[in-house]
């Protein structure tokens, strides 16, 4: 265990909720989604923390929040003691050089109308004191060698290269700045399989070599394992469940978290019909009009009528050594592959 | 370091198709244009209208206004290659001539229109919000205009105006603030959706500001729709040149100019149909030109075509 | 009711049909993309063959002509740029690619139905889902209006969607990504076929919802005794739910055996190389294995055995040579010079 001086990244209590307007010109609030709704996180010094969910957990929502894409409704992004939500203007153009994003969509995420080098060396130009100007050319030739790219390749276009490598484009444009903190959200999502490892590889290394810490936000699950340190599950804008790696695959106490372990399908025919398939009924709810109390409760086999009315804390419990978000959270052992 | 190297030794980059070194997109786009047939034959065509319009002298040396009604429609003899119209002018002559007013308004108009069209389109698609709102029922409202009640009121106001005396200052700002409504449309759709792409909020992240996100970014990949739209504007401008000036809202006194002769001409055309066809082949020439030049331009600076 | 025993006689009046035939036999089949920027081959050579009650998976990578093969087999292939230059598919004996377009229309509604990835732009946004079911029964079976919904609704039940009897008035927008995946199958299933082909059914879709979806499909396919052709590039899924797979690389099916042997002893390096890089829990703390290098762009295949650039145990030969299949045990065949390597033996 680390000491708080370690800690690099902290959120408290962060929300979002997206208002729902109606009318044109005159627009009136009538609702609102609440993507994320009272998230606290801790990121401490070359560790990966993973986020899994669903689509519409708001994990992708949550990324934007870590990196000041999105303002929040209100909470806290601590970065280096400072509280970016707060920043604005030139101190959080400053404060940004400490945390970048690896975006999901390579085919996207590159301007499609500059060079390699004049992306990845943007961040030099938007920060002219980074790098000094006759160092710059140099400068992004060591970060395409970095991520395993030739760096002759500085005057080609995005188009010109495929999937993987584009990936490995957006991570050198990530790491220009020399930030601490990085959030990866779906990285490898949109690659082949073939190509999904060399990159989860390339993540792995750069951490070791330059001291790095990652959120490391997807779906897939084997890979979130692989890569992270610690885990927290979201489910409709919360956080159900959070822990070390192993305590989270191999001892899930939240009714959620085991229902999704256990849908992964496990790449080993032999263990076919053996499982224990939990498989929950219905859809997520909307975050729009989420359930009282336990968000999860509409799709909970444990669900009693004491849920509707008590929203779980995230905290450890009796029969859950790592904090859940369950009043009956209890270690269920769902699969090992 | 073991693993990275070996990951270095993996992706070898699809070679360039042309196999060359790239330079800038600037350069790319002016090799690829100078292998362009199409490109060419435009530049050809509006080099020559171009010389015409500044020094017609140098295609004619007939007067355009040398008309004597004993030559009336009276086919081509010695230097009237194309005969003479309804008035014994030499159709020849008065298309040289033409040109002058014709492109004068026809691209000055659109630049206009152009830039009004940029602006709010751009406004209005990348900040969005109660400025959106304003400037698009703003467009909503010019769009409801009819065109020609439009261009008469204001054509008249304009034409009012001291030091107008050709009527060419009036046409083309009359054709300008009524023409950039569609632009500017077209403009803030690919704006919206340009600013929401993935590169965008990466420039962000990184701490770009709002010049920096709109013509770096935005802008450069929101243009090509909106050239088409003005490469289009400016036939239909040189075109509705010719509709004022014949209500008499346009080109005044002795002007000449391609939209003039052909709506003179209309009325004849059973007699003699010369005077309505080759002021209208150097009109559609004309826009063609331009439409290939804008498509082959578009062309060249888009990577991905290449 | 005439058109019930019309189609179907139809059908059943195909020149060749032999009921005792192989369900679905596609050999050496052969497609190409001609468009201006060069010929790219998607499809070089693949044969599989598909049983009655049976699940066939087609593994591979994006572009390695897993999805074109499906689109070939259908008939669903536009043509340009797509030509079928070589190869027969066979449905209980028919040569399909040899048939009218009219006649292969009735096959592909009655006898061979398709599910894809995106639900949402497969079914037609302005109509109800009640709708277009029955269309169907009222096109292909000839029934009333009435009698047609009555179906519809039972279609949807069959898919296990809550209040059916309501939902048929729904449009497809109205439903869930997962409930989407439900009214396709539905629709897929209406006609009673005797093969289902699946491309990427739940890569759309949340881990949660694929359980479902995917139980529901195995479900389905052993009520109706089905043959399941499941196109995915997901080794999870496939180790699941099916019977055989043929791993794709480069347009070619490379490795073909009974599900366990895939997984437990691949005869093929680049079925070995993907499974040896799924992430596990023993590599936690390691590098991945990853196969090196990028799949081949299709109009640039590499000569001689495709994989060759990539391979661990890559020779001359294999630079030179193209491998024959080579048939290691029944039902089980390897696209590889140096089988015995990569078994070990």
């Known amino acids: 265990m680390s000491d708080a001086s370690d800690l690099v990244l902290e959120t408290r209590n962060l929300v979002k909720h997206f208002p729902i307007t109606q009318g044109v010109v005159f627009k009136s609030k009538v609702g609102a989604v609440r993507a994320v ?28 929040l870590l990196v000041s894409l999105e303002k929040p409704t209100s909470g806290e992004v601590i970065v280096r003691g400072e509280n970016m939500a707060r920043l604005s203007g030139q101190s959080l153009r400053r404060a940004r050089r400490n945390i970048q994003m690896v975006l999901q969509d390579p085919y996207t995420s590159l301007n499609p109308r500059m060079t390699v080098g004049d992306i990845i060396g943007e961040p030099f130009a938007v920060h002219p004191d980074a790098v000094p100007r006759a160092g710059r050319a140099r400068a992004v030739q060591e970060l395409l060698d970095l991520v395993g790219l030739n760096p002759d390749h500085v005057n080609r276009y995005p188009h010109q290269f495929s999937g993987g490598q584009r990936q490995r484009i957006g991570i050198a444009r990530a790491l220009a700045l020399r930030p601490e903190i990085i959030v990866c959200d779906e990285p490898v999502s949109a690659l082949d399989v073939s190509i999904q490892g060399q990159v989860i590889n390339l993540l792995e290394s750069l951490q070791h070599e330059l001291g790095l810490s990652y959120i490391f936000i997807a779906h897939d699950l084997s890979v979130v394992r692989h890569i992270s340190d610690r885990v927290a599950v979201m489910y409709l804008g919360k956080i159900v469940e959070s822990g070390y790696h192993l305590a989270i695959y ?23 019909g053996r499982r224990d398939l939990i498989e929950l009924e219905g859809d997520v ?53 | 370091m073991s693993d990275m190297n070996a990951l270095a030794a993996e992706t070898p ?47 004619t040396s007939a007067d355009p206004h040398d008309c004597v009604l004993s030559r009336r429609h009276r086919g081509a003899s010695g230097g009237a290659i194309f005969g003479y119209d309804y008035q014994g002018c030499d159709v020849y002559a008065k298309t040289v ?22 602006t709010v389109g751009l406004a209005a698609g990348y900040f969005g919000g109660w400025l959106d709102a304003l400037l698009s029922r703003f467009v909503d409202v010019m769009l409801g205009v009819p065109f020609l009640l439009g261009a008469i009121v204001l054509g008249k106001r304009l034409a009012a105006e001291p030091g107008n005396s050709n009527g060419v200052l009036a046409v083309t700002l009359t054709l300008g603030i009524l023409g950039w409504t569609t632009g500017a449309r077209v403009m803030r759709s690919s704006v919206i959706e340009a600013k929401n792409q993935d590169y965008v909020a990466a420039a962000r992240m990184v701490g770009a500001g709002p010049a920096r996100l709109i013509f770096r970014h935005v802008l450069p990949n929101a243009m090509a729709p909106f050239t088409v739209v003005l490469t289009i504007l400016l036939g239909i401008n040189i075109a509705s040149e010719a509709t004022l000036s014949f209500l008499g809202v346009g080109l005044k006194g002795d002007a000449v100019s391609w939209g003039i002769s052909i709506s003179e001409a209309t009325g004849y055309v059973r007699v003699a149909p010369g005077p309505l066809i080759w002021p209208s082949v150097f009109l559609a020439a004309t826009v063609l030109a331009f439409i290939m030049l804008g498509d082959a331009v578009r062309d060249a600076f888009d990577p991905k075509l290449r | 009711m005439t058109g019930v025993t019309d189609i179907r006689a139809q059908i059943d009046a195909l020149p060749g049909l032999d009921p005792r035939a192989p369900l679905l036999h596609v050999e050496d089949l052969h497609v190409e993309f001609r468009t201006r920027d060069g010929v790219a081959k998607a499809v070089n050579g693949a044969s599989f063959h598909l049983s009655a009650g049976e699940t066939l998976a087609i593994l591979g990578e994006s572009g390695c002509g897993k999805s074109v093969t499906a689109q070939a087999v259908m008939g669903i292939l536009d043509t340009p740029p797509a030509h079928i230059t070589n190869g027969t598919v066979r449905y209980r004996g028919v040569d399909l690619l040899g048939l009218s377009e009219q006649e292969r229309r009735k096959v592909r509604a009655n006898r061979i139905a398709m599910i894809f990835q995106d639900a949402l732009s497969a079914l037609n946004p302005v109509y109800t889902v009640g709708f277009q079911l029955g269309e169907l029964f009222r096109k292909h079976r000839g029934l009333s209006r009435k009698d047609a919904k009555r179906r519809a609704v039972e279609s949807l039940d069959q898919v296990r969607i809550p209040a059916a009897g309501q939902r048929i008035n729904d449009y497809p927008h109205q439903f869930s990504g997962g409930m989407r995946q439900r009214v396709m199958i539905a629709m897929a299933l209406a006609l009673d076929p005797e093969v289902l082909i699946a491309d990427e059914p739940t890569t759309a879709l949340d881990v949660t919802v694929q359980a479902q979806i995917m139980r529901l499909l195995a479900e389905l396919q052993r009520q109706r005794t089905m043959g399941l052709i499941l196109i995915t590039h997901d080794m999870g899924v496939v180790a699941d739910v099916a019977d055989r797979v043929s791993v794709m690389y480069a347009g070619k099916v490379v490795e073909e055996a009974p599900v366990y042997d895939i997984y437990g002893r691949p005869a093929h390096p680049y079925t070995q190389a993907l499974l040896a890089s799924i992430p596990r829990l023993d590599l936690k703390g390691r590098p991945l294995n990853v196969i090196r290098g990028l799949p081949p762009a299709l109009t640039d295949i590499p000569s001689g055995c495709a994989f060759h650039p990539r391979c661990g145990y890559a020779r001359e030969i294999c630079r030179q040579e193209q491998p ?16 015995r390597e990569v078994l070990g033996v």
Do not use: N
């Open chain 2, 97 to 118: 001539y033409g040109a002058r007013y014709s492109i004068l308004v026809g691209v000055c108009s659109v630049l206009l229109a152009g830039v009004i069209g940029l």
């Open chain 3, 324 to 339: 024959p299949a080579y048939r290691i045990a029944p039902h089980r065949e390897s696209r590889c010079h140096f089988i």
């Open chain 1, 285 to 337: 709810p909307s975050p729009a009009d989420p359930p009282s109390g336990c968000r999860f409760r509409t799709r909970c086999w444990k669900a009693q009528p004491y849920c509707a009315d008590h929203e779980p804390l995230l905290q450890i419990r009796q029969r859950s050594p790592h904090p859940s978000a369950c009043h009956y959270a209890e270690i269920r052992d769902v699969i090992r592959y």
């Open chain 1, 250 to 272: 191999e001892q899930p106490t939240h009714p959620y978290t085991q229902a999704l372990l256990s849908a992964v399908p496990v790449p080993d025919p032999r263990l076919r």
């Open chain 1, 37 to 64: 709704d009272g998230v606290d996180l801790q990121l401490r010094r070359g560790e990966t923390l993973g986020i899994v969910g669903e689509s519409g957990c708001g994990k992708s929502t949550l990324a934007k």
């Open chain 2, 13 to 59: 980059a699809p070679p360039s198709p042309a196999g060359r070194k790239s330079r800038s997109l600037a350069a790319d786009a002016w090799h690829d244009l100078r292998r362009s047939k199409i490109f060419w034959a435009a530049l050809v065509i509006i080099v020559v209208v171009l010389l015409m319009a500044i020094w017609p002298s140098l295609f």
